[in-house]
């Protein structure tokens, strides 16, 4: 029996030790974004008045939408559209980038239309 649990525990250290899980977490601030871009590759890089790293990520000053993400046409539109209108924003944040290790957002709330 215990070998079989230290091979269990073997094979499950091979298959996900050395990947980082990460939650998904809200922010606690309410902030505006000043500033975004989007690379040719799809990757979207923004700037908010208030940053937070809930994750530790390495990476300063950026956060980044995921740009393999699901829905991140919409992610990126409710972006550009909270800055354009100057409206607040709370982030939703899960993990860092590969590359760079920026904040990745997972979703964007805007307080005054919900």
Partial sequence: MKKLL??????FL???GNQVV???TWGTKITEITG???????NAHFRVAE???????????YLTLDSTAKNFNKLYATLIAAH????TVQLSYEGCTAVGSYPLVKAIAVPSVW
Avoid: R
């Fill in 84 to 87: 354009t209108s100057k409206q």
């Fill in 36 to 42: 975004y871009y989007v690379y040719s590759d799809g």
């Fill in 22 to 24: 990460f939650a998904q």
């Fill in 6 to 11: 230290f091979i269990l525990l073997v094979i």
């Fill in 51 to 61: 940053i937070e790293n809930p994750d530790g990520c390495t990476g300063g000053g």
């Fill in 14 to 16: 091979i298959s996900f």
